[in-house]
């Protein structure tokens, strides 16, 4: 089974600078998925960027950018011009294949608390 | 709006005491889940099912049942509460193209008293 540690409870960022949250993670399996997911106070999860192993080039989603390093298991997540609306829960998601039923599930660590300063 | 919808939104139980936490999904998506996420924590996978009539364990199924009958709804059943299952609970569905994330519900704040 995967593992993931976010060693980062908490993090602090002032409004338009940038900011980046850690994740380390470790799997036996040569392909798989990786995905950070945001929890707002809303409580809703919603994805922000993923990444296949397989891809050397790293991911992009508008102010969001992933570091990938695949040999050091290591997958951090960059915050640009950060939002009062980025303030939240960051949580590092491996993707663990559920191998029998051909679906799968998160492997979630415990999350970094983002906070944006105005 | 499309989505997966949960309910309700916050209950309290007696411990002992039994409900039915609802969740229903209109995407027409297979695959749905079961998770909670307990206190400072991530969410850990109770329960999976990969269509109707197909259920199966996740990592913390005790305490838990579950049925799927329709492709849209997926309850999750609680027989004889226990204070440690007071958590928050999610629901998630999700198609059957590979890498299509999961869509979650707003979940479900338990207290067990």
């Known amino acids: 089974a995967q593992t993931v540690t976010q060693s980062q409870p908490e993090m602090s960022v002032q409004e338009a600078e940038t900011v980046t949250l850690s994740c380390t993670y470790d799997?036996?399996?040569?392909?798989?998925?990786l995905f950070w997911y945001k929890q707002p106070p809303s409580r809703q999860m919603i994805l922000v960027i993923r990444q296949e192993a397989y891809k050397q080039q790293n991911a992009t989603e508008n102010r969001f950018s992933v570091n990938f390093q695949k040999a050091a298991k290591s997958f951090s997540l960059k915050i640009s011009d950060s939002q009062l609306g980025d303030a939240a829960m960051y949580f590092c998601?491996?993707?663990?294949?559920?191998?029998?039923?051909?679906?799968?599930?998160?492997?979630f660590g415990t999350g970094t608390r983002l906070k944006v300063l105005a | 709006n499309a989505g997966v919808t949960q309910t309700p939104k916050f209950r309290i139980l007696k411990i002992g005491q039994s409900m039915t936490l609802q969740c229903t999904q209109d995407m027409n998506h297979n695959y749905m889940y079961w998770y909670r996420q307990d206190p400072g924590m991530g969410l850990k996978l109770i329960y999976y099912s990969v269509g109707a009539g197909i259920t199966d364990k996740g990592e913390v199924p005790n305490g838990y049942n579950v049925s799927r009958s329709t492709t849209e709804d997926f309850p999750l059943r609680l027989e004889l509460a226990a204070p440690s299952q007071t958590s928050v609970y999610f629901c998630?569905?999700?198609?059957?193209?590979?890498?299509?994330?999961?869509?979650f519900g707003d979940g479900t704040r338990l207290s067990i008293l």
């Open positions: 799997t036996s399996e040569s392909d798989y998925y």
């Open positions: 998630a569905s999700s198609s059957t193209t590979t890498w299509w994330p999961q869509h």
């Open positions: 998601a491996p993707r663990e294949d559920l191998t029998t039923s051909g679906t799968y599930k998160y492997i």
